[in-house]
């Protein structure tokens, strides 16, 4: 499916698919709504995600806290249909614009991921910043969804 690398012009100029997957083999992917352009997430593919992507017209990704193949929403229902499938200039960043089954990407239950924002300023020695929540209401429950399943995000 990806072509070898051979030049730069071959890379940025040519027609051939052949991402640059960094040390660990891995690609990262920007995802957002077709519709709105909002941005949902932002994750990681490797080989095997990115073949079964383009193969299967759903987003699939490389679990980096969980080390495994990672097929958005085969758990939750929430599947992120892609309906556009980019990739940069040097082909090392993918971006999905995709429609989502359920109306919702992030496993906390929110609609995106960045549901928070950071305020920007200069910052007191000592303070800690305190985010900003943009999103008020979860779409889903994950507890409904996850039960008891551990949280897949390493602290």
């Known amino acids: 499916m990806f072509a070898t690398r051979d030049s730069v012009e071959q890379v940025e100029e040519g027609d051939e698919l052949a991402p640059k997957f960094d040390a660990n083999g891995l690609i990262p992917v920007v995802t957002t709504d077709i519709s709105s352009g909002e ?4 994750g990681y593919m490797n080989q095997d995600a990115f073949s079964k992507t ?10 980096r806290s969980r ?5 958005k929403g085969a758990t939750s229902g929430l599947i992120q249909k892609v309906m556009e499938m980019r990739i940069d200039d040097d082909q090392d960043t993918v971006w999905l614009r995709v429609e989502v089954n359920g109306g919702a ?19 007191q020695p000592g303070e800690t910043v305190k985010l900003h929540y943009h999103e008020s209401e979860k779409v ?3 507890q409904e969804i996850y039960g008891d399943a551990p949280n897949p995000t390493k602290l």
């Open 39 to 42: 941005l949902l997430m932002m």
């Open 54 to 63: 383009v193969e299967t017209g759903e987003a699939h990704y490389w679990s």
């Open 67 to 71: 080390a495994c193949l990672w097929h």
């Open 105 to 123: 990407s992030c496993h906390v239950g929110y609609r995106s991921c960045f549901y928070r924002s950071i305020p920007l300023g200069k910052v």
């Open 140 to 142: 889903f429950d994950p």
